[in-house]
């Protein structure tokens, strides 16, 4: 379904107007792992225990971050105004090793607001920006501030990671617990660098 630019810009306001901040959503995620719960409708075991590893790595990420001095004189010297806003839930692995990423790069520069969403609430917007067919996550979406138009997305992997995928499941057909584990690895090696190159595109 195509939709025009005039519904997509309604869709992205209506998500914009339930959007809270990356503090608020670790406050959440936070939350939820003492009540042994996860972001989104359902709730199982499996989804408790994967919000409460995410929260453990997203704690450990914004932390250890570090970005180049070429990155950051990039992202400093953007002088845009865009709202990046990303469609997330508490559950999603590769979320947990992007969003404190996304949230470095956009401290540095005011004239990147970060926003975020929850998938199952925003089931418009997430139509708007599948990936393959799918409702992948974390999507982020660049909005340019004073027009409202959609001016770039990102997700919901790093192109490497992407490319990995891409390359198992061409060879496999689907993605085995034993990739994911693998896949877990490359993260930690690679310690958000390609997810920092990747977002330098958009600014």
Known sequence: MISTDISIKNIIQESEAKAISYKEYRDLVQTLVTEGKSTGEEQTEALSNYTMLNDKRMKRLDKTVKLSEEAISKIKSYNGDV???????????DAAQTMPVINKVAELNENITLKIVLRDENEALMNEFLTNGGKAIPKLIAIDAPSGNVIGDWGPRPTKATQMVNDYKATYGKLTPEFKKELQVWYNKDKGQNTVEDLLKLV
């Open 83 to 93: 709202t990046w806003l990303v469609l997330t839930e508490s559950w999603c692995g």
